[in-house]
Protein backbone atom coordinates (compact mmCIF):
# COMPACT_ATOMS: atom_id res chain seq x y z
CA UNK A 1 0.00 0.00 0.00
CA UNK A 2 2.74 2.45 1.07
CA UNK A 3 4.99 1.44 -1.73
CA UNK A 4 1.65 1.76 -4.37
CA UNK A 5 0.75 5.53 -2.73
CA UNK A 6 5.10 6.49 -2.97
CA UNK A 7 5.05 5.61 -6.55
CA UNK A 8 1.74 7.77 -7.42
CA UNK A 9 3.48 10.54 -5.62
CA UNK A 10 6.35 10.07 -7.10
CA UNK A 11 4.91 9.06 -10.87
CA UNK A 12 4.74 5.90 -13.02
CA UNK A 13 4.33 4.63 -16.07
CA UNK A 14 2.30 2.05 -17.52
CA UNK A 15 4.28 0.04 -20.12
CA UNK A 16 4.59 -2.49 -22.56
CA UNK A 17 6.96 -5.49 -23.17
CA UNK A 18 6.87 -6.84 -26.40
CA UNK A 19 9.35 -9.92 -27.99
CA UNK A 20 10.34 -13.15 -27.47
CA UNK A 21 12.10 -13.51 -24.23
CA UNK A 22 9.68 -11.36 -22.24
CA UNK A 23 10.01 -13.30 -18.80
CA UNK A 24 14.18 -12.71 -19.43
CA UNK A 25 13.86 -8.78 -19.67
CA UNK A 26 11.66 -9.04 -16.27
CA UNK A 27 14.05 -10.55 -14.46
CA UNK A 28 16.47 -8.19 -15.86
CA UNK A 29 14.63 -5.10 -14.64
CA UNK A 30 13.65 -6.59 -11.09
CA UNK A 31 17.29 -7.75 -10.97
CA UNK A 32 18.50 -4.39 -12.00
CA UNK A 33 17.15 -3.00 -8.14
CA UNK A 34 13.91 -1.64 -10.11
CA UNK A 35 10.43 -2.65 -9.14
CA UNK A 36 7.61 -3.31 -11.18
CA UNK A 37 3.74 -4.16 -10.38
CA UNK A 38 0.62 -5.23 -11.50
CA UNK A 39 2.75 -7.34 -14.51
CA UNK A 40 0.09 -8.96 -16.95
CA UNK A 41 0.75 -11.00 -19.49
CA UNK A 42 -1.95 -9.99 -22.09
CA UNK A 43 -0.65 -12.26 -24.64
CA UNK A 44 2.86 -15.03 -25.50
CA UNK A 45 4.68 -12.13 -26.88
CA UNK A 46 3.47 -9.04 -24.67
CA UNK A 47 2.91 -8.03 -21.03
CA UNK A 48 2.25 -5.11 -19.29
CA UNK A 49 3.10 -3.63 -16.06
CA UNK A 50 3.90 -0.11 -14.06
CA UNK A 51 6.95 1.16 -13.23
CA UNK A 52 8.37 4.35 -11.77
CA UNK A 53 9.24 7.28 -13.41
CA UNK A 54 12.89 7.41 -13.04
CA UNK A 55 13.57 3.51 -13.32
CA UNK A 56 12.06 3.86 -16.98
CA UNK A 57 14.34 6.44 -17.99
CA UNK A 58 17.71 3.66 -17.42
CA UNK A 59 15.26 1.08 -18.71
CA UNK A 60 17.13 1.72 -22.49
CA UNK A 61 20.91 1.12 -21.18
CA UNK A 62 19.22 -2.34 -19.28
CA UNK A 63 17.05 -3.78 -22.06
CA UNK A 64 20.18 -3.11 -24.26
CA UNK A 65 21.14 -6.37 -26.38
CA UNK A 66 17.64 -7.55 -25.77
CA UNK A 67 15.04 -8.71 -28.13
CA UNK A 68 12.76 -6.88 -26.39
CA UNK A 69 10.52 -3.70 -27.40
CA UNK A 70 9.40 -0.93 -24.26
CA UNK A 71 6.45 1.47 -25.02
CA UNK A 72 4.33 3.45 -22.96
CA UNK A 73 1.24 2.84 -22.43
CA UNK A 74 -0.53 5.08 -19.75
CA UNK A 75 1.29 7.57 -17.29
CA UNK A 76 -0.03 8.14 -13.88
CA UNK A 77 0.36 9.72 -10.35
CA UNK A 78 0.95 13.44 -8.73
CA UNK A 79 3.63 15.02 -11.22
CA UNK A 80 1.03 14.20 -14.41
CA UNK A 81 -1.44 14.93 -12.19
CA UNK A 82 0.02 18.66 -11.61
CA UNK A 83 1.10 18.75 -15.03
CA UNK A 84 -2.47 18.56 -16.28
CA UNK A 85 -3.76 21.33 -13.65
CA UNK A 86 -0.64 23.35 -14.27
CA UNK A 87 -1.57 23.57 -18.22
CA UNK A 88 -4.93 24.90 -16.56
CA UNK A 89 -4.09 28.66 -15.86
CA UNK A 90 -8.20 29.40 -14.81
CA UNK A 91 -8.31 26.70 -12.54
CA UNK A 92 -5.15 27.17 -11.17
CA UNK A 93 -5.81 30.74 -10.40
CA UNK A 94 -9.06 29.79 -8.80
CA UNK A 95 -7.48 27.07 -6.66
CA UNK A 96 -5.14 30.19 -5.39
CA UNK A 97 -7.49 32.18 -5.03
CA UNK A 98 -9.65 30.05 -3.20
CA UNK A 99 -6.84 29.24 -0.49
CA UNK A 100 -6.00 33.24 -0.71
CA UNK A 101 -9.79 33.82 0.68
CA UNK A 102 -9.77 30.74 2.84
CA UNK A 103 -6.99 32.02 4.23
CA UNK A 104 -8.04 35.45 4.82
CA UNK A 105 -11.52 34.80 6.23
CA UNK A 106 -9.89 32.64 8.73
CA UNK A 107 -8.02 35.88 10.49
CA UNK A 108 -12.20 36.82 11.34
CA UNK A 109 -14.52 35.13 14.22
CA UNK A 110 -17.35 33.55 12.81
CA UNK A 111 -18.85 31.37 16.17
CA UNK A 112 -18.68 33.15 19.01
CA UNK A 113 -19.69 30.14 21.96
CA UNK A 114 -20.43 31.57 25.20
CA UNK A 115 -20.30 28.77 28.45
CA UNK A 116 -20.99 28.34 31.88
CA UNK A 117 -23.31 31.17 32.58
CA UNK A 118 -26.52 31.01 34.86
CA UNK A 119 -26.99 34.03 36.73
CA UNK A 120 -25.66 36.13 33.98
CA UNK A 121 -27.15 36.07 30.90
CA UNK A 122 -25.91 35.54 27.45
CA UNK A 123 -27.21 38.17 26.24
CA UNK A 124 -25.71 40.39 28.76
CA UNK A 125 -22.32 38.94 27.65
CA UNK A 126 -22.83 39.33 24.17
CA UNK A 127 -23.84 42.78 24.87
CA UNK A 128 -20.16 44.03 26.78
CA UNK A 129 -18.33 41.60 24.26
CA UNK A 130 -19.90 44.00 21.52
CA UNK A 131 -19.63 47.26 23.54
CA UNK A 132 -15.67 46.39 22.80
CA UNK A 133 -16.14 45.39 18.82
CA UNK A 134 -16.52 41.88 19.09
CA UNK A 135 -19.20 40.53 18.04
CA UNK A 136 -19.04 37.83 14.75
CA UNK A 137 -17.30 39.01 11.48
CA UNK A 138 -14.60 41.09 13.76
CA UNK A 139 -10.43 40.54 12.85
CA UNK A 140 -8.70 38.34 14.94
CA UNK A 141 -5.78 40.23 15.47
CA UNK A 142 -7.96 43.29 16.40
CA UNK A 143 -8.70 40.91 20.05
CA UNK A 144 -7.36 41.44 23.09
CA UNK A 145 -8.20 37.89 24.76
CA UNK A 146 -6.52 39.25 28.08
CA UNK A 147 -8.31 42.38 28.51
CA UNK A 148 -11.73 40.77 27.43
CA UNK A 149 -11.51 37.77 30.55
CA UNK A 150 -10.26 41.26 32.95
CA UNK A 151 -13.51 43.22 31.47
CA UNK A 152 -15.82 40.35 32.02
CA UNK A 153 -14.52 40.04 35.36
CA UNK A 154 -15.22 43.76 36.51
CA UNK A 155 -18.55 44.25 34.68
CA UNK A 156 -19.78 40.94 36.11
CA UNK A 157 -19.06 40.39 40.03
CA UNK A 158 -21.41 37.30 39.80
CA UNK A 159 -17.33 35.94 37.82
CA UNK A 160 -15.30 33.96 38.91
CA UNK A 161 -13.20 33.00 36.75
CA UNK A 162 -13.27 34.03 32.81
CA UNK A 163 -11.54 32.55 29.68
CA UNK A 164 -11.43 33.84 26.16
CA UNK A 165 -9.56 31.85 23.56
CA UNK A 166 -9.80 31.57 20.25
CA UNK A 167 -9.95 28.19 18.02
CA UNK A 168 -9.41 28.81 14.29
CA UNK A 169 -12.46 30.71 13.68
CA UNK A 170 -14.80 30.03 16.78
CA UNK A 171 -14.37 32.59 20.02
CA UNK A 172 -14.78 30.11 23.26
CA UNK A 173 -15.95 32.44 26.38
CA UNK A 174 -15.98 30.29 29.34
CA UNK A 175 -17.14 32.01 32.75
CA UNK A 176 -17.22 29.88 35.92
CA UNK A 177 -19.79 31.89 38.48
CA UNK A 178 -19.54 32.40 42.30
CA UNK A 179 -20.95 29.32 44.00
CA UNK A 180 -22.94 31.63 46.37
CA UNK A 181 -26.25 31.15 45.75
CA UNK A 182 -28.06 34.21 46.76
CA UNK A 183 -26.39 37.05 46.76
CA UNK A 184 -28.67 39.01 48.75
CA UNK A 185 -28.67 36.68 51.75
CA UNK A 186 -25.30 37.56 52.26
CA UNK A 187 -25.15 41.19 51.36
CA UNK A 188 -23.86 43.97 53.63
CA UNK A 189 -26.61 46.53 54.56
CA UNK A 190 -28.83 48.70 56.95
CA UNK A 191 -32.27 49.45 56.94
CA UNK A 192 -32.61 53.48 56.32
CA UNK A 193 -35.56 56.21 56.58
CA UNK A 194 -36.99 56.51 53.03
CA UNK A 195 -38.27 59.98 54.09
CA UNK A 196 -38.51 62.23 57.18
CA UNK A 197 -40.96 60.82 59.82
CA UNK A 198 -41.26 60.57 63.44
CA UNK A 199 -41.07 56.90 64.35
CA UNK A 200 -43.69 55.15 66.20
CA UNK A 201 -42.84 51.17 66.37
CA UNK A 202 -39.82 49.16 65.27
CA UNK A 203 -39.71 45.57 64.55
CA UNK A 204 -36.04 44.57 64.05
CA UNK A 205 -35.82 41.15 62.50
CA UNK A 206 -31.95 41.03 62.08
CA UNK A 207 -29.44 43.80 62.94
CA UNK A 208 -29.11 46.12 65.66
CA UNK A 209 -32.05 49.07 65.77
CA UNK A 210 -30.83 52.35 66.15
CA UNK A 211 -33.95 54.63 66.72
CA UNK A 212 -36.77 54.33 69.02
CA UNK A 213 -40.67 55.08 69.31
CA UNK A 214 -40.80 58.88 69.65
CA UNK A 215 -37.02 59.46 67.37
CA UNK A 216 -37.79 62.08 64.98
CA UNK A 217 -35.85 60.13 61.40
CA UNK A 218 -34.71 62.40 58.27
CA UNK A 219 -34.49 60.65 55.06
CA UNK A 220 -31.44 58.70 54.79
CA UNK A 221 -30.87 58.17 58.48
CA UNK A 222 -29.83 54.55 59.61
CA UNK A 223 -33.01 52.81 61.32
CA UNK A 224 -31.70 49.65 61.75
CA UNK A 225 -28.02 48.94 61.27
CA UNK A 226 -26.62 45.61 59.28
CA UNK A 227 -23.89 45.15 62.02
CA UNK A 228 -25.19 42.75 65.28
CA UNK A 229 -23.33 40.79 67.68
CA UNK A 230 -24.68 36.94 67.16
CA UNK A 231 -25.17 34.69 69.98
CA UNK A 232 -21.75 33.74 71.00
CA UNK A 233 -21.08 37.34 70.78
CA UNK A 234 -19.73 37.73 68.20
CA UNK A 235 -19.68 40.88 65.64
CA UNK A 236 -21.43 40.27 62.36
CA UNK A 237 -22.00 41.78 59.62
CA UNK A 238 -25.32 41.06 57.09
CA UNK A 239 -28.23 42.72 56.00
CA UNK A 240 -30.03 44.43 58.35
CA UNK A 241 -34.18 43.44 58.17
CA UNK A 242 -37.31 44.93 59.96
CA UNK A 243 -40.41 47.00 60.34
CA UNK A 244 -39.86 50.68 61.55
CA UNK A 245 -43.44 52.31 61.14
CA UNK A 246 -43.65 55.89 61.71
CA UNK A 247 -45.79 58.73 60.90
CA UNK A 248 -45.18 60.74 58.21
CA UNK A 249 -46.52 63.85 56.74
CA UNK A 250 -47.03 64.91 53.03
CA UNK A 251 -48.31 68.04 51.65
CA UNK A 252 -49.95 69.83 48.62
CA UNK A 253 -51.56 72.81 47.26
CA UNK A 254 -53.86 73.48 44.44
CA UNK A 255 -55.29 76.33 43.18
CA UNK A 256 -58.26 77.99 41.52
CA UNK A 257 -59.77 81.05 40.07
CA UNK A 258 -63.02 82.73 40.51
CA UNK A 259 -63.73 83.07 37.40
CA UNK A 260 -63.32 81.17 34.14
CA UNK A 261 -62.90 82.42 30.32
CA UNK A 262 -65.19 80.10 27.54
CA UNK A 263 -65.18 80.82 24.18
CA UNK A 264 -68.81 81.43 22.73
CA UNK A 265 -69.74 80.99 18.75
CA UNK A 266 -71.25 83.79 17.42
CA UNK A 267 -73.04 82.16 14.56
CA UNK A 268 -71.09 83.43 11.63
CA UNK A 269 -69.37 81.38 9.67
CA UNK A 270 -66.20 81.98 6.67
CA UNK A 271 -65.35 79.56 3.90
CA UNK A 272 -62.47 80.27 1.90
CA UNK A 273 -59.82 78.06 -0.45
CA UNK A 274 -56.17 77.60 -1.18
CA UNK A 275 -54.49 75.61 -4.48
CA UNK A 276 -51.24 74.59 -3.81
CA UNK A 277 -49.17 73.49 -6.79
CA UNK A 278 -45.27 72.50 -5.82
CA UNK A 279 -44.38 75.17 -3.72
CA UNK A 280 -46.51 77.64 -4.51
CA UNK A 281 -49.97 78.76 -2.53
CA UNK A 282 -52.81 80.47 -4.34
CA UNK A 283 -55.52 81.89 -1.80
CA UNK A 284 -59.00 81.54 -3.65
CA UNK A 285 -62.06 83.48 -1.85
CA UNK A 286 -62.11 86.39 0.35
CA UNK A 287 -59.73 86.49 3.73
CA UNK A 288 -61.44 85.81 7.40
CA UNK A 289 -62.83 88.75 8.35
CA UNK A 290 -63.49 87.82 11.79
CA UNK A 291 -61.13 89.34 14.52
CA UNK A 292 -61.74 85.99 17.42
CA UNK A 293 -62.47 82.52 14.93
CA UNK A 294 -61.64 79.06 15.19
CA UNK A 295 -60.54 77.44 12.17
CA UNK A 296 -60.46 74.13 10.42
CA UNK A 297 -58.58 72.50 7.17
CA UNK A 298 -59.72 70.08 4.54
CA UNK A 299 -57.28 69.35 1.81
CA UNK A 300 -57.77 67.10 -0.91
CA UNK A 301 -54.86 65.44 -3.24
CA UNK A 302 -55.17 64.31 -6.71
CA UNK A 303 -53.80 60.74 -7.04
CA UNK A 304 -52.76 58.96 -9.95
CA UNK A 305 -52.82 55.39 -8.89
CA UNK A 306 -50.35 55.63 -6.01
CA UNK A 307 -48.48 58.50 -6.78
CA UNK A 308 -49.73 61.88 -5.57
CA UNK A 309 -49.55 64.75 -8.12
CA UNK A 310 -47.93 67.58 -6.27
CA UNK A 311 -51.68 69.81 -7.03
CA UNK A 312 -53.28 70.16 -3.89
CA UNK A 313 -56.92 72.25 -2.86
CA UNK A 314 -57.87 73.19 0.99
CA UNK A 315 -60.70 74.50 2.42
CA UNK A 316 -60.43 76.49 5.16
CA UNK A 317 -63.72 76.93 7.54
CA UNK A 318 -63.68 79.57 9.98
CA UNK A 319 -66.16 80.21 12.44
CA UNK A 320 -66.55 83.67 14.34
CA UNK A 321 -66.16 83.10 18.84
CA UNK A 322 -66.61 85.45 21.49
CA UNK A 323 -64.85 84.94 24.62
CA UNK A 324 -67.16 85.85 27.39
CA UNK A 325 -65.84 85.52 31.18
CA UNK A 326 -67.86 83.23 33.41
CA UNK A 327 -67.85 83.79 37.67
CA UNK A 328 -67.43 80.78 39.57
CA UNK A 329 -68.81 80.57 43.11
CA UNK A 330 -66.58 80.51 46.00
CA UNK A 331 -67.92 76.62 46.56
CA UNK A 332 -66.79 75.63 43.29
CA UNK A 333 -62.93 77.13 43.09
CA UNK A 334 -62.62 75.58 46.33
CA UNK A 335 -63.80 72.15 45.10
CA UNK A 336 -61.57 72.49 42.27
CA UNK A 337 -58.41 73.69 44.06
CA UNK A 338 -58.74 70.64 46.10
CA UNK A 339 -59.01 67.94 43.56
CA UNK A 340 -55.58 69.56 42.03
CA UNK A 341 -54.25 69.55 45.71
CA UNK A 342 -55.42 65.86 45.52
CA UNK A 343 -53.66 64.76 42.27
CA UNK A 344 -49.99 66.42 43.54
CA UNK A 345 -50.68 64.04 46.49
CA UNK A 346 -51.22 61.07 44.31
CA UNK A 347 -48.22 62.05 42.29
CA UNK A 348 -46.10 61.47 45.51
CA UNK A 349 -47.61 58.44 46.22
CA UNK A 350 -50.19 59.07 48.13
CA UNK A 351 -53.75 57.07 47.64
CA UNK A 352 -56.56 58.96 47.91
CA UNK A 353 -59.06 56.09 49.04
CA UNK A 354 -56.29 54.94 51.58
CA UNK A 355 -56.50 58.00 53.60
CA UNK A 356 -58.87 58.75 56.43
CA UNK A 357 -60.51 62.14 56.99
CA UNK A 358 -58.91 62.47 60.57
CA UNK A 359 -55.30 62.46 58.59
CA UNK A 360 -56.24 65.12 56.66
CA UNK A 361 -55.64 68.71 57.58
CA UNK A 362 -56.74 71.51 55.06
CA UNK A 363 -56.53 74.82 54.44
CA UNK A 364 -57.43 77.96 52.24
CA UNK A 365 -55.96 81.54 51.41
CA UNK A 366 -58.29 83.35 49.14
CA UNK A 367 -58.02 86.68 47.75
CA UNK A 368 -59.95 88.95 44.78
CA UNK A 369 -58.96 86.81 41.62
CA UNK A 370 -58.71 82.65 43.70
CA UNK A 371 -58.68 80.16 46.28
CA UNK A 372 -55.41 78.05 47.16
CA UNK A 373 -56.32 75.09 49.05
CA UNK A 374 -53.53 73.69 50.80
CA UNK A 375 -53.55 69.62 52.23
CA UNK A 376 -51.48 67.91 54.83
CA UNK A 377 -51.57 64.18 55.28
CA UNK A 378 -50.69 62.38 58.46
CA UNK A 379 -49.79 59.02 57.70
CA UNK A 380 -48.54 55.91 59.24
CA UNK A 381 -46.32 53.96 57.40
CA UNK A 382 -43.37 51.69 57.38
CA UNK A 383 -40.59 54.20 55.97
CA UNK A 384 -37.36 51.30 56.06
CA UNK A 385 -36.21 50.37 52.89
CA UNK A 386 -32.57 48.80 52.55
CA UNK A 387 -29.46 49.85 51.37
CA UNK A 388 -26.65 48.29 50.80
CA UNK A 389 -22.94 48.82 52.27
CA UNK A 390 -20.21 48.85 49.68
CA UNK B 1 30.23 -21.24 -2.44
CA UNK B 2 32.44 -24.18 -2.15
CA UNK B 3 30.22 -27.71 -0.51
CA UNK B 4 32.44 -28.37 2.56
CA UNK B 5 31.79 -24.44 3.41
CA UNK B 6 28.24 -24.65 2.37
CA UNK B 7 27.89 -27.62 4.73
CA UNK B 8 30.05 -26.21 7.72
CA UNK B 9 27.34 -22.54 7.57
CA UNK B 10 24.59 -24.90 7.14
CA UNK B 11 25.80 -26.80 10.41
CA UNK B 12 26.17 -23.11 12.41
CA UNK B 13 22.97 -22.10 11.17
CA UNK B 14 21.34 -24.98 12.67
CA UNK B 15 23.23 -24.94 15.89
CA UNK B 16 22.48 -21.43 16.08
CA UNK B 17 19.08 -21.03 15.42
CA UNK B 18 19.84 -18.25 13.24
CA UNK B 19 17.65 -17.60 10.02
CA UNK B 20 18.60 -19.60 7.03
CA UNK B 21 17.02 -17.35 4.59
CA UNK B 22 18.92 -14.47 5.42
CA UNK B 23 22.38 -16.16 5.72
CA UNK B 24 21.97 -19.28 2.73
CA UNK B 25 20.41 -17.22 0.29
CA UNK B 26 17.56 -19.32 0.66
CA UNK B 27 13.67 -19.01 -0.15
CA UNK B 28 11.06 -18.13 2.06
CA UNK B 29 7.55 -18.76 0.96
CA UNK B 30 4.64 -17.00 2.50
CA UNK B 31 1.06 -17.48 1.30
CA UNK B 32 -1.95 -16.51 2.48
CA UNK B 33 -5.18 -18.83 1.43
CA UNK B 34 -4.86 -20.14 -1.46
CA UNK B 35 -5.22 -16.09 -2.72
CA UNK B 36 -1.84 -14.93 -2.59
CA UNK B 37 1.99 -15.79 -2.23
CA UNK B 38 5.01 -14.27 -1.32
CA UNK B 39 8.11 -15.87 -2.37
CA UNK B 40 11.41 -13.81 -1.08
CA UNK B 41 14.76 -14.59 -2.32
CA UNK B 42 13.49 -15.64 -5.70
CA UNK B 43 15.98 -15.87 -8.68
CA UNK B 44 13.52 -15.12 -11.98
CA UNK B 45 10.29 -15.69 -13.44
CA UNK B 46 10.83 -18.99 -15.78
CA UNK B 47 7.58 -18.94 -17.32
CA UNK B 48 4.68 -16.68 -16.93
CA UNK B 49 1.10 -17.56 -17.88
CA UNK B 50 -2.24 -16.89 -16.07
CA UNK B 51 -2.35 -20.85 -15.28
CA UNK B 52 1.40 -21.64 -14.34
CA UNK B 53 4.23 -19.69 -12.92
CA UNK B 54 7.70 -20.86 -13.01
CA UNK B 55 10.16 -19.71 -10.55
CA UNK B 56 13.95 -20.39 -10.63
CA UNK B 57 15.22 -20.26 -6.70
CA UNK B 58 18.26 -21.18 -5.05
CA UNK B 59 19.03 -25.29 -5.91
CA UNK B 60 15.95 -25.60 -8.05
CA UNK B 61 12.44 -24.17 -9.52
CA UNK B 62 8.79 -24.08 -8.01
CA UNK B 63 5.91 -24.08 -9.82
CA UNK B 64 2.33 -22.37 -9.23
CA UNK B 65 -0.52 -23.92 -10.77
CA UNK B 66 -3.87 -21.96 -11.05
CA UNK B 67 -5.99 -19.56 -12.79
CA UNK B 68 -5.78 -15.76 -13.34
CA UNK B 69 -2.74 -15.98 -11.83
CA UNK B 70 -0.90 -12.88 -12.07
CA UNK B 71 2.42 -11.40 -11.20
CA UNK B 72 1.25 -8.33 -8.46
CA UNK B 73 4.57 -6.77 -7.84
CA UNK B 74 8.62 -7.94 -8.60
CA UNK B 75 11.48 -6.86 -7.59
CA UNK B 76 15.35 -8.01 -6.78
CA UNK B 77 14.31 -9.67 -3.57
CA UNK B 78 10.19 -10.48 -3.62
CA UNK B 79 7.87 -11.50 -6.23
CA UNK B 80 4.29 -11.67 -5.04
CA UNK B 81 1.81 -13.81 -7.03
CA UNK B 82 -2.05 -13.38 -7.16
CA UNK B 83 -4.80 -15.33 -8.82
CA UNK B 84 -6.39 -18.90 -7.57
CA UNK B 85 -3.98 -20.88 -6.20
CA UNK B 86 -4.27 -24.56 -7.04
CA UNK B 87 -0.77 -26.61 -6.60
CA UNK B 88 2.46 -25.64 -5.71
CA UNK B 89 5.39 -27.87 -6.69
CA UNK B 90 8.77 -27.23 -5.98
CA UNK B 91 11.50 -29.34 -7.85
CA UNK B 92 15.39 -29.75 -6.22
Do not use: C
Not at chain 1, 37 to 60: C, P, S
Not at chain 1, 193 to 203: C, E, R
Not at chain 1, 334 to 361: C, K
Amino acid sequence: MITRLWAWLVGYVIIKLKGAQLEAAVNRIAGSGYGIWDLERVTANIMIGKIRIKHFKRLRRIMSGMNVRVGIVGRAGLPFAAAKVLKRKGLLLGLVLTAALLYYLTGFIWMIDITGSEQVSLAEITAVLAGEGVRVGVAKADIDLHRLENLLLTQFPELSWAGVSIKGVLMQVRVAERASPNLAEVRYGDVVAAQNGLVTQVVPFRGTPLVAPGSTVKKGDILIAGEYYDQFGRRQQGSAEGIVRARVWYDAFGEAAFSKITEIQTGNYHVNYTLTIGKWTLRLGKPVPFVTHTASAQTWQWRIGGLALPVAVTKHSYAEVDYQTTKISIEQARALALERAWQQLAAQGVERDQVVESQVSEYMITDQDGIRVGLIVELEQDIGEFAPRL
Amino acid sequence: MDRGLNQMVKKLVGTMDLPADAILDLPRITMIGTGEMLIENHKGIEKYTSTEIRVRIKGGHMVVHGRRLAVRFIDRDDLKLEGVITSVEVEA
